[in-house]
């Protein structure tokens, strides 16, 4: 999530609140943070917390002693009216979980994780806070509702009846978002679990497996979990007995590219339900970053495989996208399959991409591209 440098005066409780520019009733102020911009404030009783400029902060405190002060030293224009802010006592960010005006808003429940990715951008670990009081709250605070939401982890689906009420609470707070659960599909060969998901959703969640080979040896290798390729394609046949759209994840590394064409294959021949496939690239974070020389290869390497694999799958009426890549890295008649699906803060593009006539339309990179990116980058000029 973006993050804020800060500091703060009075605080002495974590906040959770969303942030307003404007004078909220007085009944409503429990739930806001007041975002001051202009030198003269009026009463602000009742509110979370002050969030301020640096420039004014001197002059906010001495007015404001009985109220907690936000100082942020840089990025105050990038906070917008209903985004959600968190702070902790002592904290020096201040963290933003919901972004009003972002098409990538999700929310993470857990990072706890029953396998251990080779190319995982989080690490599995304990959770060190209760994620499911946090969730709810941040549900209830969310206002309008957007279009999508991610839920995310670690793996979701080990919050078990848990996940379940998370998702009742999208639907009955949220009833119009659409919601995308990130999973290994684990869980889901319990059919008893889907059929308790289904009935929470009705119809409003649609479900993202990861699948990364078309061998139980080589897919099981690389989650790091014996019998993982097993359960997850009972997963997605008990996710397709319940009318569940299913997007299937393919992440590209060193250890899977080879054998994209017959992934792809694969899936034609054996889960011919899904309604979506995404070939995704590498987000060099945590366990990817520890384990990059094992994982590591340019894009423009595997050109082929990638042109072929999609071309196996759009031939047989699938829908196909591309995460993560650069136009300059992929072949120019998979363009259309592009998308700009790298969150806003942590999307990122170099000063060569300047340059570029297709920048609109370039998914940029990773934040963490800047430890190691594709040696083909270059301006297009058609």
């Not at 429990?30 to 911009?37: E, F, I, N, T």
């Not at 080779?118 to 959770?127: E, L, S, Y």
């Amino acid at each position: 999530m973006r993050r804020l440098k800060c500091y703060t005066l009075g605080l002495n409780k974590p906040i959770l609140a969303k942030v307003t520019h404007n004078t909220q009733k007085r009944k409503l102020r429990s739930d806001y943070v007041l975002l001051a911009k202009e030198k003269r404030l009026g009463n602000c009783k009742g509110y979370q917390a002050v969030i301020v400029e640096e420039a004014r902060a001197e002059i906010y405190g001495e007015k404001l002693k009985n109220l907690p002060l936000i100082v942020v030293s840089d990025g105050l224009d990038e906070l917008n009216e209903h985004d959600v802010v968190q702070i902790i006592t002592n904290a020096n960010e201040l963290l933003i979980p919901y972004e009003c005006q972002s098409p990538h808003n999700g929310l993470f429940l857990t990072s706890s994780c029953n396998s251990r990715c080779v190319m995982c951008p989080q690490k599995p670990k304990p959770d060190s806070e209760d994620r499911v009081r946090f969730n709810k709250r941040l549900i209830e605070l969310i206002a309008p509702g957007p279009e999508y939401l991610t839920l995310s982890g670690g793996e979701p689906t080990l919050l078990g009846e848990q996940l379940i009420y998370l998702i009742e609470a999208c639907r009955n707070k949220l009833p119009q978002t659409k919601l995308m659960l990130l999973t290994n599909g684990r869980k889901l060969k319990e059919i008893s679990f889907v059929n308790k998901l289904a009935r929470a959703s009705q119809g409003y969640l649609a479900v993202a497996v990861a699948l990364y080979a078309d061998t139980d040896l080589e897919h099981d290798k690389i989650v790091g979990a014996s019998g993982a390729f097993e359960e997850a394609l009972k997963g997605c046949n008990n996710l397709a007995l319940y009318g569940f759209q299913i997007e299937i994840r393919i992440v590209i590394m060193e250890l899977n590219y080879m054998r994209l064409p017959q992934l792809a294959d694969f899936i034609y021949r054996n889960l011919t339900y899904v309604s979506h496939i995404a070939l995704m690239g590498l987000e060099l974070q945590e366990l990817a970053k520890e384990n990059l020389e094992k994982i590591w290869i340019d894009p423009y390497q595997y050109q082929s495989q990638l042109l072929e694999a999609c071309h196996l799958l759009l031939r047989r009426g699938f829908r196909v996208s591309i995460y993560n890549h650069q136009l300059c890295t992929i072949p120019q008649q998979l363009w259309p399959l592009s998308r700009k699906s790298i969150s806003t803060w942590k999307n990122i593009y170099l000063p060569i991409c300047e340059k570029c006539q297709e920048k609109p339309n370039c998914g940029g990179f990773f934040t963490s591209a800047l430890t190691r990116h594709s040696e083909h980058i270059l301006p297009i000029n058609i």
